[in-house]
């Protein structure tokens, strides 16, 4: 049996319900740690469901804040340094990575037991326990008309994966890595691959690739 919810009962409903039911319609999402730091040197913390690729040539990605009209101490810090990192998360802190996402007054690698690192100089933190970690640029900020949420584009500045993910080909073994994904606001997963399949073509059976 299948629950029908129109525009009018959606905003009707309790808006705890429907901030609930909204953020779970996209389905499994992926989950980052964004790193960062401000030019006094105090480092953040905070996992982002919102990150997406934009491009390969050059390589982007882009990132959903909601609307700045509070405290963001991401987005904050990187419009002041320009600098950010994405690191994917493990079963081994996924607890605590969670945890990251609490209002937490100092730094959250500090309060979580999460260890920071700095690789070649860059300047925003990663997350040392991360199998996959990348350094990232700001490019540039647009705040959409439709509900005031930023939309950002990072230029990717370098990527440093575990081998045990990387595939001949370039393409990344997710399950490998044990990078978890999430769903709604508060509900973590492990991935589980059910097949790769081939470049598709309208007049070739699709291939199953190993």
């Known amino acids: 049996m299948m629950k029908h919810f129109d525009h009018e009962a959606m905003m009707n409903a309790d808006s705890f319900y429907r901030r ?11 989950l980052n740690l964004i790193g960062t730091q401000n030019r006094e040197g105090k480092t953040n913390l905070a996992p982002f469901s919102q990150v997406f690729h934009v491009g390969a040539n050059p390589p982007m990605v882009g990132i959903l804040f909601r609307p700045h009209s509070v405290q ?23 607890q605590a990575a969670h945890w990251t996402s609490a209002r937490w007054e100092d730094s959250e690698f500090e309060r979580t037991g999460i260890d920071s ?15 996959l970690k990348v350094a990232c ?17 990072g230029s990717i500045e370098h990527i440093y ?3 045990k993910g990387l595939r001949a080909d370039g393409s ?20 589980v691959r059910i097949a790769r399949y081939g470049y598709a073509k309208p007049d070739k059976e699709v291939e199953i690739l190993d």
């Open 20 to 30: 609930n039911l909204i953020n779970c319609l996209s389905g499994y999402k992926s």
């Open 72 to 94: 963001r101490d991401t987005l904050e810090n990187i419009l002041e340094t320009k600098s950010f990192t994405l690191n994917h998360v493990t079963p081994d802190f996924c």
């Open 117 to 131: 690192t700095y690789l070649d100089g860059f300047f925003a933190p990663f997350v040392a326990e991360s199998p």
């Open 137 to 153: 640029e700001l490019i540039e900020t647009h705040t959409l008309k439709v509900n005031d949420t930023v939309l950002l584009i």
């Open 161 to 163: 994966v575990n081998e």
């Open 172 to 191: 990344l073994d997710l399950n490998a890595l044990e990078t978890v994904t999430v769903s709604g606001l508060d509900e973590y997963h492990r991935g």
